[in-house]
């Protein structure tokens, strides 16, 4: 592997691990787990049911752009789609995230796909459904035949769930974020009401991501929390 691609997978690996630690720090559910690589890069659980899988796309060569045809975007619906039609029931209780460092255009699936007021995932599928009856991207081509073969209503009920963040911080930006987060909950084991800890967990069998985690935990936290 090119040492330029062995770095931008380390640097995805530690951008994962920061950003799902800042989502960590922010969430205020006590009874809400955190786990990595194992429902989705990162996910938030009940009782072992994810209710918030979430993917992470960092760019570190150029911004990146969140197309119709984009790669990023069609890869995530594939995995997502693997998932709700083996298990339709997840779409009950769960939401799915695409956070990226990349921008969705005006007028994009990815732009009727934020949190605002011109969220249409209505109109967001039939732009999907478009590309893949007129893309001729020829690595894409199981991307759209799981989209246009999967059952209409499943994944018109997945687009529905699906939520964009677009812009996000980047893996400088974000320590910088985890820094302002640690500092809030110091403050807020000094009050009489402490904060509940959240459970996260890691899975074993990826020792790079374990120990990058817990890296950057100690390395990065616990001197602000614990100073």
């Not at 969140?66 to 069609?74: E, F, Q, V």
């Not at 949190?115 to 209505?122: A, S, V």
Request: hydrophobic residues 40%; contains cysteine; negative net charge.
């Amino acid at each position: 592997m090119p040492n330029h691609q062995a770095s931008e997978q380390m640097l995805g690996y530690l951008y994962q691990v920061r950003y799902a630690l800042y989502l960590l720090l922010r969430n205020r559910e006590p009874e809400c787990q955190m786990s990595i690589e194992k429902f989705d890069d990162v996910a938030f659980s009940n009782d072992d049911t994810p209710i918030q899988l979430i993917q992470l796309k960092h760019h570190v060569q150029h911004q990146g752009s969140l197309t119709d045809a984009s790669t990023d975007l069609w890869r995530t619906l594939k995995v997502w789609l693997d998932i709700v039609t083996k298990s339709p029931d997840i779409l009950n209780e769960t939401s799915f995230l695409i956070i990226t460092t990349a921008a969705a255009p005006a007028d994009s699936a990815a732009s009727l796909l934020k949190d605002d007021k011109n969220r249409d995932p209505d109109a967001a599928y039939k732009k999907l459904k478009s590309v893949c009856t007129a893309s001729m991207n020829k690595a894409h081509e199981g991307y759209y035949a799981s989209f246009l073969t999967s059952d209409e209503n499943t994944v018109k009920r997945l687009i529905d769930k699906i939520y964009i963040i677009d812009c996000a911080d980047n893996i400088v930006d974000i320590e910088k974020d985890i820094l302002q987060q640690s500092a809030s909950i110091a403050f807020l084991n000094h009050q009489p009401s402490s904060r509940s800890y959240t459970i996260f967990s890691v899975p074993t069998n990826n020792i790079a991501i374990e120990n990058i985690f817990f890296y950057t935990f100690w390395f990065e936290c616990s001197p602000t929390i614990y100073k």
